[in-house]
């Protein structure tokens, strides 16, 4: 059946929770449940689905928050099994619920893992972030990233302040190529170290490097997931893209700094004099310079390539897939290389520690209480316990554990042979496998357990879950909200999505959750202007990310993964602490960037 409709008429269909509109050009699909046509003035209508499905939302987002964990005894296990309710299950236990009542269908979960074709293509987003993440993360295995901070380290000398511009810089540089993850990864073990080698207290380093990461990652389209959901939900250019939040980020980076430097200017915190020191050796922590070179060229000509397709309208991760598989089959051809050409028994491999390394040079260089050391011949070494990609969210109040005394060294984990009760045979063999191709490979598998798999069921579940809530007719609401807000004017449409979008990151599942559902509310905007809509992308794209350096480590994985780090090496900086110190580079970061993208606006569509 085909339904002629004029453009100031929509017709809706609902079947449970389908919803068709009807245009001159679409066909309305009859259910044999239910059928109901309107003429109306309003987008939506609000059934017990709809408020079932919202309310089952909050409830997840509720947990991401706060994760709750409980003990259940079951009859066949003596010892009760823990359960934990996080982001890691919340989401899916949620999308579970709501399919067993009818909330949402199949289609509907089919729709938030491969899009409804309006826009945004969730698996597009995937497979070209963790393209870029491969060949992000193995560059900095080969040691980039730790001789960056070495040469860094020597250029600030013994004037504390020059120092902590020097390291801000340095961070806000390479998280524009990188991106946020990685830095978080390497820098942040990096700033534990130097701290405790250095005897200066770890806040306001790590608070810093946290700053500028988040803050970084709005250049570059593949600096952020959040970005690639705005490129696609806004049908930004990537160039483009890049053009919009250059000033913002230039102009953030200076008052985030401006923020970190009047709450860090006590001396305990920054202080003015350092004590001499020898110079670091940034060749020595380069682990493998070839790796190095071929790393750099191949992650450099996949960005040049995405910023020069993307004028022809080419999907960037068919560019970034084959580049990041050059780098696979270089990085297996280079360790089978390298294997072959040291012939060292893997024992002898496995001791190789790059991290004691380099904890060793900045002792002996700074106090003078260590050998010098000898640098490794062999490159990564695996570990098997790599850092998790989440932590719970902390109410403690300490800023951090002290680490300035010798003795409380990060304690490393003795490897022990695992223990197997069922299948122990087979699964005792497939151990063995591992190790002998870890030591094999040994950049891969380094890579591998980095890599950020973690967000793939996170960030599929958010699309489910904000796609079922539109179908039940919510999207149509908040977007008649917005535009009502609005009114449709492009410097209102700047700041009231700047800030509902840092507020969202704390509170809407991390800013992923947090930008999905906003890019889809301001796409559902009645009667909403196209320069307003456009507006509201670009202020969209850097509150998503400054919104990270907010006031729960929810607001961002990143933030989670950086709380997990500080907590494995000892360092406790508690959630009121962490709110406290981004409160003022937050505030600052908010007005100046959004009064910088109004002002972009207001020069491009006046």
Not at 6 to 32: E, G, M, W
Not at 525 to 539: E, K
Request: net charge neutral.
């Amino acid at each position: 059946m085909r339904h002629q409709a004029s453009n100031s008429v929509r017709l809706f269909c609902f079947a449970h929770d389908q919803k068709y509109v009807a245009t001159a050009v679409n066909v309305i699909k009859l259910s044999p449940f239910s059928l109901q046509v309107y003429r109306l003035q309003t987008s939506a209508m609000i059934t017990r689905f709809s408020i079932v499905t919202l309310v089952i939302f909050i409830i997840s987002i509720f947990f991401v928050i706060r994760p709750v964990s409980f003990k259940v005894s079951l009859p066949f296990r003596r010892k009760p099994v823990r359960i934990t309710i996080d982001l890691n299950t919340a989401p899916h236990a949620a999308i579970l619920i709501l399919w067993a009542s009818q909330c949402i269908a199949a289609s509907t979960i089919r729709h938030g893992i491969v899009g409804s074709g309006e826009g945004i293509l969730p698996y597009n987003i995937l497979i070209l972030f963790f393209s870029l993440a491969y060949m992000a993360i193995t560059l900095d295995i080969s040691g980039v990233l730790k001789a960056a901070a070495f040469w860094v380290s020597n250029r600030g000398g013994s004037s504390g302040w020059r120092l902590y511009t020097y390291f801000y810089l340095m961070v806000l540089v390479l998280s524009v190529i990188l991106g946020n993850d990685p830095i978080i990864l390497s820098g942040t073990v990096f700033l534990v170290y130097y701290t405790e080698a250095a005897n200066l207290d770890p806040v306001s380093w790590l608070i810093a490097e946290f700053a500028a990461a988040n803050t970084a990652s709005m250049v570059l389209f593949v600096g952020n997931p959040t970005n690639v959901v705005i490129c696609e939900g806004f049908g930004i250019n990537q160039a483009g893209f890049t053009a919009y939040t250059i000033l913002p980020f230039v102009a953030c980076s200076v008052a985030s700094f401006v923020g970190l430097a009047i709450q860090f200017r006590k001396e305990k915190y920054i202080p003015k004099i350092l004590p001499p020191r020898d110079e670091l050796n940034p060749r020595a922590v380069l682990r493998d310079p070839v790796a190095a070179i071929v790393g750099a060229f191949l992650l450099g000509g996949a960005l040049i390539v995405c910023l020069v397709v993307s004028f022809f309208h080419v999907d960037v991760w068919k560019v970034t897939l084959p580049f990041a598989g050059a780098k696979f089959i270089f990085d297996l051809s280079w360790d089978h290389y390298q294997f072959i050409q040291h012939k060292k028994h893997p024992e002898e491999q496995q001791s190789d520690d790059f991290d004691e390394f380099m904890v060793a040079q900045l002792r002996q260089k700074v106090h003078g209480d260590a050998k010098t050391p000898t640098s490794p011949t062999f490159s990564p070494r695996v570990t098997d316990d790599p850092p998790p990609d989440k932590a719970q969210p902390s109410s403690g109040e300490s800023d951090a554990t002290e680490v300035g005394s010798e003795d409380k060294q990060p304690v490393k984990p003795t490897q022990e042979e695992p223990e197997y009760s069922f299948l122990p045979q087979q699964r005792k063999r497939l151990h063995e496998l591992h190790k002998d191709l870890a030591h094999h490979f040994p950049v891969f598998f380094t890579a591998l357990p980095r890599l950020p798999f973690g967000l793939v069921p996170f960030a599929f579940s958010q699309f489910i879950l904000i796609e079922g809530l539109d179908r039940q007719g919510w999207i149509d609401v908040f977007g008649k909200w917005f535009s009502v807000a609005t009114g449709g004017h492009i410097q209102s449409s700047v700041w009231i999505m700047g800030i509902i979008g840092v507020i969202l990151c704390n509170c809407a599942g991390t800013n992923i959750g947090a930008t999905i559902l906003l890019t889809k509310v301001v796409n559902a905007a009645p009667n909403f202007p196209p320069d307003s809509r456009r507006a509201a992308g670009i202020a969209l794209a850097i509150a998503s990310n400054f919104g990270a350096v907010s006031f729960t480590f929810c607001a961002s994985l990143a933030g989670l993964l950086w709380d997990a780090i500080l907590r494995q090496k000892g360092i406790t900086i508690g959630q009121l602490n962490f709110a406290k110190w981004n409160l003022l580079p937050l505030a600052l970061m908010t007005v100046v960037g959004l009064g910088v993208v109004s002002a972009e606006m207001a020069v491009l569509y006046r």
